[in-house]
């Protein structure tokens, strides 16, 4: 949520990212970006690091996930190309959701799906039902088990269907009928699916049910309420972390160009004085670092 919000408890991004594009050294996650398809060759590129690593190798992989939109990228095929000649053990796990925002899948490729792809790189590839939870958890550690066995890659395609809008500015009523996504929720909901299977194990009931919604809301609002409150990074921390090493003139350059407006419009300048507020120490870091 502190991600989200991009306040001073974001460790992973000092709210420098867009919400949702977290990542955590300490568990091995690397940040989230927004360009499509820049993952696939990176995590080629990780999964051969881990294989060099004696203290790592067949005892971890690179696990890579995208949509069939991405997979349209030359990003995709850089990757598959790299993960398949070195060789390296990475995960590749296709979510084909059917839309890559407005674009229907059968726009996007003429073939059968991602999954006939793996083959013509010497990827060994297994399709699974998506809206299984049970089916999806199969495939993965079978996938899971034979990068690490075979020092290969692996692709898993997951077949699946985006009932909800791509983001909170797309309208997808606009491109697919209502009644074809009312049909999905309805016929094809893993949510649905599993706990209709755990209520026929017995681990399950609406009892249950409703008190896990009621608690997982009152934490959702809880995390909200507290991630609001808080104020954003120092404005300084806007100009670390971007370069290693010696800071490069540019950086410098902005850094004291921002610093001289600051100056000039910081304390007169209404809209600007309210803004310095919501961050630490409200930018004197950088009109002060000396007295800090």
């Given at each position: 949520?502190?991600?989200?919000?991009?306040?001073?408890?974001?460790?992973?991004g000092?709210?420098r990212?867009?919400p949702?594009?977290?990542?955590?050294?300490?568990?091995?996650?690397?940040?989230?970006?927004?360009?499509?398809?820049?993952?696939?060759?990176q995590?080629?590129?990780?999964?051969?690091?881990?294989?060099?690593?004696?203290n790592?190798?067949?005892?971890?992989?690179?696990?890579?996930?995208?949509?069939?939109?991405?997979?349209?990228?030359?990003?995709?095929?850089?990757?598959?190309?790299?993960?398949?000649?070195i060789?390296?053990?990475?995960?590749?796990?296709?979510?084909?959701?059917?839309?890559a925002?407005?674009?229907?899948?059968?726009?996007?490729?003429n073939?059968?799906?991602?999954?006939?792809?793996?083959?013509?790189?010497?990827?060994?590839?297994?399709?699974?039902?998506?809206?299984?939870?049970?089916?999806?958890?199969?495939?993965?550690?079978?996938?899971?088990?034979?990068?690490?066995?075979?020092?290969?890659?692996?692709?898993?395609e997951?077949?699946?269907?985006?009932?909800?809008?791509?983001?909170?500015?797309?309208?997808?009523?606009?491109?697919?009928?209502?009644?074809?996504?009312?049909?999905?929720?309805?016929?094809d909901?893993?949510?649905?699916?599993?706990?209709?299977?755990?209520?026929?194990?017995?681990?399950?009931?609406?009892?249950?049910?409703?008190?896990?919604?009621?608690?997982?809301?009152?934490?959702?609002?809880?995390?909200f309420?507290?991630?609001?409150?808080?104020?954003?990074?120092?404005?300084?921390?806007?100009?670390?972390?971007?370069?290693?090493?010696?800071?490069?003139?540019?950086?410098?350059?902005?850094?004291?160009?921002?610093?001289?407006?600051?100056?000039k419009?910081?304390?007169?300048?209404?809209?600007?004085?309210?803004?310095?507020g919501?961050?630490?120490?409200?930018?004197?870091?950088?009109?002060?670092?000396?007295?800090?």
């Open positions: 949520m502190a991600q989200v919000f991009g306040n001073e408890n974001d460790t992973s000092k709210g990212q867009m949702v594009h977290f990542g955590s050294p300490e568990h091995h996650f690397h940040t989230i970006s927004s360009p499509l398809a820049t993952q696939i060759p995590a080629a590129g990780v999964a051969y690091a881990l294989r060099r690593m004696p790592r190798r067949s005892q971890n992989i690179a696990a890579c996930y995208f949509g069939e939109g991405a997979a349209s990228e030359g990003d995709f095929h850089a990757g598959f190309m790299l993960a398949s000649t060789p390296s053990p990475v995960l590749y796990i296709a979510r084909n959701n059917g839309f925002i407005s674009t229907p899948s059968s726009e996007q490729y073939g059968d799906g991602i999954a006939s792809r793996g083959p013509g790189y010497g990827i060994d590839t297994i399709r699974v039902d998506g809206n299984d939870v049970l089916a999806v958890l199969t495939a993965v550690r079978e996938a899971r088990r034979r990068c690490l066995e075979q020092g290969r890659a692996v692709l898993v997951s077949m699946s269907y985006r009932v909800g809008h791509h983001s909170t500015s797309d309208d997808s009523f606009a491109y697919r009928a209502r009644s074809e996504v009312e049909d999905k929720k309805r016929i909901n893993p949510i649905t699916r599993f706990r209709l299977f755990m209520e026929s194990q017995g681990w399950w009931d609406a009892d249950a049910e409703t008190e896990l919604k009621a608690r997982l809301k009152a934490d959702v609002m809880k995390a309420k507290k991630a609001d409150s808080l104020k954003r990074p120092e404005l300084g921390q806007l100009f670390t972390d971007v370069y290693g090493g010696e800071e490069p003139w540019n950086i410098k350059e902005q850094r004291q160009e921002l610093v001289g407006l600051l100056k419009y910081g304390q007169i300048w209404e809209p600007w004085r309210k803004e310095l919501k961050f630490r120490n409200t930018g004197q870091d950088l009109l002060n670092p000396q007295g800090r």
